[in-house]
T-cell receptor, first 113, second 112 residues
């Protein structure tokens, strides 16, 4: 069974640009969550999608958005990039019910210059 | 915001020794999960322990959970150099949906 796939692995963007990250969950999993990891703030929850609907949201500005497609693949978009958005963005896949294991992808390393 | 703290922040041991990491959290939980991360790469799922469980084993890993103290520990027995990584606990809070709140992590170094 394939794991969680995130693309691209690395990105370099300029301040003010926007970026789209992609996540393909484990086959059969219907929940996709996104996390940001930085040295200063650690791992922080961005949002969760289940059956194409945002089910939960963290404390991030509206520049961070996401969506989920009917095949459960998810994309995350960050608009008007700031230097502080440089981070490792991780996607987690789970079956969808509550109280289940979450499996992570390798992450996308975003650098904003 | 971080759910809680992990202790110690860094741990250096010799190969073959046991490594113990502790995690404290703040709210009632459905479960607590432990992850390993190698040098800025993805998180590898190690083990999930539910709030009604006290201890769980998986290979060389042993996890305990004390909900009265809101704490958990991860024991790695007979450590290997390949166990060198950062270890994180993550809690799934009651009523929190599928949102995981992570601890600050323990950096483990296993030396030959």
């Amino acid at each position: 069974k394939a794991g969680v796939t995130q693309t691209p692995r690395y990105l370099i963007k300029t301040r003010g640009q926007q970026v789209t990250l992609s996540c393909s969950p484990i086959s059969g999993h219907r929940s996709v969550s996104w996390y940001q990891q930085t040295p200063g703030q650690g791992l922080q929850f961005l949002f969760e999608y289940f059956s194409e609907t945002q089910r939960n949201k963290g404390n991030f500005p509206g520049r961070f958005s996401g969506r989920q497609f009917s095949n459960s693949r998810s994309e995350m978009n960050v608009s008007t990039l700031e230097l502080g958005d440089s981070a490792l963005y991780l996607c987690a896949s789970s079956q969808g019910g509550y109280d289940t294991e979450a499996f992570f992808g390798q992450g996308t390393r975003l650098t904003v210059v | 915001s971080q759910q809680g703290e992990e202790d110690p922040q860094a741990l250096s041991i010799q190969e073959g020794e046991n490594a113990t990491m502790n995690c404290s959290y703040k709210t009632s939980i459905n479960n607590l999960q432990w992850y390993r991360q190698n040098s800025g790469r993805g998180l590898v799922h190690l083990i999930l322990i539910r709030s009604n469980e006290r201890e769980k084993h998986s290979g060389r890993l042993r996890v305990t959970l004390d909900t009265s103290k809101k704490s958990s520990s991860l024991l790695i027995t007979a450590s290997r150099a390949a166990d060198t990584a950062s270890y994180f606990c993550a809690t799934d809070a009651k009523g929190g949906g599928n949102k995981l709140t992570f601890g600050t992590g323990t950096q483990l170094k296993v030396e030959l």
